[in-house]
Structure formats: C-alpha cells, structure tokens
T-cell receptor, first 111, second 116 residues
Framework: SQKIEQNSEALNIQEGKTATLTCNYTNYSPAYLQWYRQDPGRGPVFLLL?????KEKRKERLKVTFDTTLKQSLFHITASQPADSATYLC??????????FGSGTRLQVQP | IAGITQAPTSQILAAGRRMTLRCTQD?????MYWYRQDLGLGLRLIHYSNTAGTTGKGEVPDGYSVSRANTDDFPLTLASAVPSQTSVYFC???????????????FGPGTRLLVL
C-alpha cells in the first residue's frame, strides 16, 4: 500500500545550525512533492513545491531535494532560528485531486 | 474575511448528537476539502468538492456528509457523533482542484471537536 514516512520523533537542534527533515514514500511515483509548516493550534501553511525533474528547490533559507530513485525528499533549513520551531509536513502528489500528507516531524530550535 | 474561516473554533459534543462544522472561503477557489488530523496519523481526507454542486469521498468518509451549494461554503455534518470522531478538523481550498497535481492548498484554522 502507499505510505509516507516522516520521522515521528522531534528533531532538536541549536540555533544557527542546519535542520534536515526526511520524507520517505513507498508505492508512489509522485510528479510533485509539497512541504507545509504547521504551528500548534493552526492549519498547515504551504512552503515549497518541487517537481520530479527539479532535484533541488530553494527559497530563502529553505532547500528541498527530491530523489525519485531513493523515493525520498529532504527539507533543509539553514541558519535555523527559534521561530522555525514547528511541525513540517510533506505531501507527495498521488495523482488524485487532494493531497496525501505525512504525519509530520516536529522541529525544535533551541536558542 | 481573508482566506478560510471555520466555525466553531472548538466544541464539546455528546455522542449521538448532530453537528455541522462550517467552512467559508473568500478566494473564489473551485475546490474545497475537509481533513481530520489525529496524533500520529497526520491529515486524512474526509470529503472534497472540485466545484460547486459536486462532492466526493476521501479516505475516511464514513459518518460524515458534505454539501457544496455555492463556491464559498463547504459545511461538514456529523449526523450522529461518536467518540472516534474526536479530532481536529481542517477545511482547505485550492484554486482549480488540482492539489494532487502540484496545486497548493490553503487551510483554515481548524475546529477542535471532542465527542463524549
């Protein structure tokens, strides 16, 4: 069956370091993959979309990679700040009209 | 109104009662969605609507119904609430209903529902 895996354990890092979050998927062949940020008590907010032929996408301090051979996307936040603390969700496209989300990884950036 | 609004913000409901969660968007998006979010399970699609007048079932539709009488509103109804429907419910929209093909989804703030 189709599956999206994100590390359920929280990632704790020091301010200024690079945070790397992983999204693995099985039994999908997504043409796109989206990343969302979710703060406690709020709805998810779109961050980045990467296409299968893009390999890497950047937006300010954010970088996403997409390896269709490994069936994996990595989400990087460079020069992390306490304000980056949130849960990050990946959503590979499934060819259907709605998104399918991973359960998310909580990032905690310590000052 | 800016974006998507949901009401109520939170609700405690007795099992067996009927409840409608409201969702309104002002972005003139064609597609709207209802998700539930449970700890460890992520967001799961309940129902969706590609355009006014049409609806479809998502991953977990049982016990829920929706209607889409116009572009802006997409209410979710629990006909007879059960404790397993305790969750946080998010409404979302996307411009053309192609979220599964790379289109961004926009989410509301959520409704926290506790069914006792």
């Amino acid at each position: 069956s189709q599956k999206i895996e994100q590390n359920s354990e929280a990632l704790n890092i020091q301010e200024g370091k690079t945070a790397t979050l992983t999204c693995n998927y099985t039994n999908y062949s997504p043409a796109y993959l989206q990343w969302y940020r979710q703060d406690p008590g709020r709805g998810p907010v779109f961050l980045l979309l990467i296409r299968e032929n893009e390999k890497e996408k950047r937006k300010e301090r954010l970088k996403v990679t997409f390896d269709t051979t490994l069936k994996q996307s990595l989400f990087h936040i460079t020069a992390s700040q306490p304000a980056d603390s949130a849960t990050y969700l990946c959503a590979p496209d499934t060819g259907r009209r709605a998104l399918t989300f991973g359960s998310g990884t909580r990032l905690q950036v310590q000052p | 109104i800016a974006g998507i609004t949901q009401a109520p913000t939170s609700q405690i409901l007795a099992a067996g009662r009927r409840m409608t969660l409201r969702c309104t968007q002002d972005m003139r998006h064609n597609a709207m969605y209802w998700y539930r979010q449970d700890l460890g399970l992520g967001l799961r699609l309940i129902h969706y609507s590609n355009t006014a007048g049409t609806t479809g079932k998502g991953e977990v539709p049982d016990g829920y119904s929706v209607s889409r009488a116009n572009t802006d509103d997409f209410p979710l109804t629990l006909a007879s609430a059960v404790p397993s429907q305790t969750s946080v419910y998010f409404c979302a929209s996307s411009p053309q209903g192609l979220a599964g093909e790379g289109e961004t989804q926009y989410f509301g703030p959520g409704t926290r529902l506790l069914v006792l």
